[in-house]
């Protein structure tokens, strides 16, 4: 089974993933991740992330990969494990601009078909059901309002330690969501065949469990 989770940031998409992944005992593929790994590299390289042409000169020399340890996902920049350094303010940012570039989309979604045609995956994203996974026997887009996905973004990052406040994580996110939802290739965008699942006043819990509960459906319907 293929299940594919799209939605704006700070939806819970990969909170939720991880437990419906470990409950149904599926692999989960963050691509956030993947994105995030090329908009550090950029940043490392000193290169301006709204510059395309800058971005694309590095991309021949950029491998992503990853990892799971204990069904956790790794994810490795030319073989360092930068799976805590991408969760940085700055690099959400840089991720959401790198994403707008094609070269760089196709690059990473050919990393994504490849993992997902080996097992069973749950993998969340912007354009999963849209267009990495169109044939997904499940695709759900998560949502919520931007209130409640900037105070659960806040929440994780000050148990980080990283130094932000409520205005600038909002700001951020509604800089991604705009970019995200307006760029041309591949946008974030609810597939026709998803299921849109509002969780504003859901536990992560609950909204697992309807994942699975909607998960079990489709086995069934596919035996049939
Ligand atoms: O966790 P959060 O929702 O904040 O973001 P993420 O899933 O880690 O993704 C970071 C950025 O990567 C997003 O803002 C998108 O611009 C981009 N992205 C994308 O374009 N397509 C995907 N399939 C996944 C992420």
Redesign the pocket.
């Given at each position: 089974m293929k299940i594919a989770v799209?939605?704006?940031?700070?939806?819970g998409?990969?909170t939720i993933s991880k437990e419906v992944a470990k409950k149904l005992g599926i692999i989960y593929i963050?691509?956030?991740?993947?994105?995030?790994a090329i908009?550090l590299a950029a940043v490392r390289h000193g290169i301006d992330t709204a510059d395309a042409e800058g971005v694309k000169s590095i991309l021949g020399e950029v491998e992503v990969s990853i990892s799971h340890e204990g069904g956790v996902q790794q994810i490795f920049l030319n073989g360092e494990n930068v799976s805590e350094e991408i969760r940085l303010p700055e690099i959400?940012v840089a991720?959401?601009n790198v994403?707008t570039i094609p070269e760089v989309?196709l690059k990473l979604v050919e990393l994504?078909r490849r993992l997902a045609a080996s097992c069973d995956v749950i993998m969340?994203?912007?354009?999963?059901g849209t267009y990495?996974l169109p044939d997904a026997e499940l695709k759900i887009f998560l949502t919520a309002s931007v209130e409640e996905r900037a105070k659960r973004?806040l929440r994780e990052l000050l148990e980080k330690g990283v130094d932000t406040d409520f205005e600038s994580v909002r700001a951020d996110m509604e800089y991604?969501d705009k970019?995200?939802s307006g760029r041309e290739f591949?946008p974030?965008k609810a597939a026709e065949d998803s299921i849109i699942l509002d969780n504003t006043s859901l536990t992560a819990e609950e909204s697992a469990e309807e994942i699975c509960r909607l998960a079990h459906d489709r086995g069934e319907v596919a035996q049939k």
């Open positions: 799209d939605g704006p940031a700070g939806a998409k990969s963050d691509t956030g991740a993947m994105y995030r908009g959400s991720a959401s994403a989309r994504q969340d994203g912007r354009d999963i990495v973004r991604r970019n995200d591949a974030l």
